[in-house]
């Protein structure tokens, strides 16, 4: 089965804000428990968390620091 870019795109934000409304994290601690939730089902490659983080920046729903 193969999953649209747009529907990964926007499950891999949804992912990220919900763990960051927890408690403030790296990107390293988001994917890990992403994967352990998932039980090694879904990792994300570090080239999709880190532009999933700049757009998350750039439209104001995160800040970094």
Do not use: P, W
Request: proline share 0%; net charge positive.
């Amino acid at each position: 089965m193969t999953i649209a870019s747009d529907v990964i795109r926007c499950d891999t934000k949804t992912s990220i804000l919900k763990h960051l409304l927890k408690k403030d994290s790296y990107s390293y601690e988001i994917n890990k428990s992403i994967l352990e939730k998932t039980k090694g089902l879904y990792e994300l490659k570090e080239a999709i968390l880190y532009t999933a983080f700049r757009r998350l920046e750039q439209s104001g729903a995160i800040t970094s620091y």
